[in-house]
């Protein structure tokens, strides 16, 4: 059929309908295309048609839109037209699993059976789980791609401080695995800020724990009123509480969170033992013993002056001059003690004072060790607000207590007589305002006390026994610690000793 003779047929056709009378609905064109291959009859050229009369006035026919029929080329290729109507649509590449579509509830499925396959228990699986349905119930019918940080900030007001992060941390993992499998091009909740928890937190008073003690008698697990004296007695949080085993008793006392030294003395050689589990028990008993002789008081300073460990590191060896030493075990069980002592005494100060200043003083035998200390403590307390870590890149420490002022120095870095001028220059703005001033040091392990102009000068004894080292040199010294008031106008007006021969039974 030539294009002439297909543009009269259509052409009539068009005008057939639009004299069609109104109501007429006109059923709708199939175009055949016929391959060429076929053999076409000649067109015969249609009959002419007879308008029909014209309808009633009463009834009027509205005008049809006439109908535009596209024209081919006139050297358009009927096999050209076959093609784009016979081909068929690409077919994606086969994958292991069907694409997720556009919305986040859909990808949430595929996501909860990755993380299923990376080998979490089943509490941390249901812990994720909340999170994963909170995140659904919010943002599952947003597309995935389509998600802004302003949505996800939106979202975590919803809920606590706490939650949030954890929600968090979990859309940032949706979107980790969603751009690892091609759902997604940017993680939206990379640019979201963690939300900050507001530093409350109340104490528990005795009132509330005893409420507690009683209901935890009526439940069926023995176990919860152990625990809670367990929690009194020690101080420690659940976590540690947790972990606690039958082989952390000792010697009838339990190794709480936080211990020390690590020196070995053999009492044939120094008049006394000394070891890992003999320090914690003198530490920890020697400190609550003067908490609660002490005069009440507002504020506390835990003045750890150094040489709290007795090595720096898995070699026991003095730092600086390399001298052996004689050490009691490995130094991850010299550190693990020498925290649960420091926790305990920090824990017993705060049943009495509001506030408590810790000081963890480099020392010649724990140069290294005393900075760990001190980064770790102020974080583990940085959310108490009762709790300040002195800080001091230098081994010279200063604290204020109104027109007092009391220094601190270990003494393996400048002799006692040199302290008040060093503390002057060091420290001038706290020299000016105060008329009390008070250096704290030790080293020496035996007691010292001179008074120079302008400040007094305190040496301090040790606790501990006499090593080898010591024993053989022929130092002799008394065991002691002492605690001291001072007063913020008056300076020092108390004091309370204690020595190891105090906590033996009577």
Known sequence: MTAEALAGVLESIAFAIRSLPAGVQAAPAIAHVIPAQASVPAPVPPAPIQAPPAPAPSAPEPEPAPAVEPEPEPDADPDDLDDDLDEEPEQPAATDRAPASDSMAAWLKTFRSIIGERGYSAQTLKNRGTCINFIAHQL??????????H??????????PHKAGRVLMELRDVYVEAIANGEAETNPAAHVKKPSAPGLRKRLTLETWQAMLTKAKTSNQQWLPLMLLLGLHTGQRRADLAKMRFDDVVDGHLRVTDCHV?????????????????????????FSHMVEAAPRAASCVIAQLGDFLHSDGLQPVTPTSGHVLDQDGRFSKIVQAAIRVLRSIVTTALTRHRRVFVLMAEGNHDLA???WLRCMFKALYENEPRVTVIESELPYYVHQH?????????????????????????????WGSTVKRYAHTGHRHHHEEKEHSGMTVIQHPTLAARDAYAARGGWLAERQATAMTFHERFGLVARNTVTPEMLEPA
Do not use: Y
Request: hydrophobic share 40%; proline share 5%; glycine share 10%.
């Open 140 to 149: 599952g019918k947003r597309p995935l791609r389509a998600i802004k940080p």
């Open 151 to 160: 949505e996800i900030a939106t979202v975590l007001k919803l809920c606590s």
């Open 262 to 286: 690590g020196m070995l003395a053999w009492h044939k050689e120094g008049g006394a033992d000394w070891d890992v589990s003999i320090a914690e028990r003198t530490l920890t008993g020697c």
């Open 369 to 371: 060790s005393s900075v």
């Open 402 to 430: 109104g027109s007092t002022m009391i220094g601190f120095h270990h003494g393996h870095m400048k002799r006692n007589d040199d302290l008040p001028l060093l503390f002057a220059a060091q420290f001038p703005r706290v």
